[in-house]
C-alpha cells in the first residue's frame, strides 16, 4: 500500500501530528459505521416485530 508520507519529507513532529490526526478520523469514521450499522439492526428488528404482531 502507497504510504502518502513516502515523497514528502516531514520533520517528525509533523509526521507524528499527521499520524496523530489519520487516527482520529479512522476512530470517529468507526463510530460513525457501527452507529449505522446498530441503526440498521435496530430499524430491521423493529420492522419484524411489526409483521409478527401484523402491525404495518
Not at 40 to 48: G, L
Given at each position: 500500500?502507497?504510504?502518502?508520507?513516502?515523497?514528502?519529507?516531514?520533520?517528525?513532529?509533523?509526521?507524528?501530528?499527521?499520524?496523530?490526526?489519520?487516527?482520529?478520523?479512522n476512530k470517529v469514521m468507526?463510530?460513525?459505521?457501527?452507529?449505522?450499522?446498530?441503526?440498521?439492526?435496530?430499524i430491521s428488528i423493529v420492522?419484524?416485530?411489526?409483521?409478527?404482531?401484523?402491525?404495518?
Amino acid at each position: 500500500m502507497n504510504d502518502p508520507l513516502d515523497h514528502v519529507h516531514l520533520s517528525k513532529e509533523e509526521s507524528e501530528l499527521y499520524r496523530a490526526r489519520q487516527r482520529s478520523r479512522n476512530k470517529v469514521m468507526g463510530i460513525v459505521l457501527g452507529s449505522l450499522a446498530i441503526l440498521f439492526f435496530a430499524i430491521s428488528i423493529v420492522k419484524i416485530a411489526a409483521q409478527v404482531t401484523g402491525k404495518h
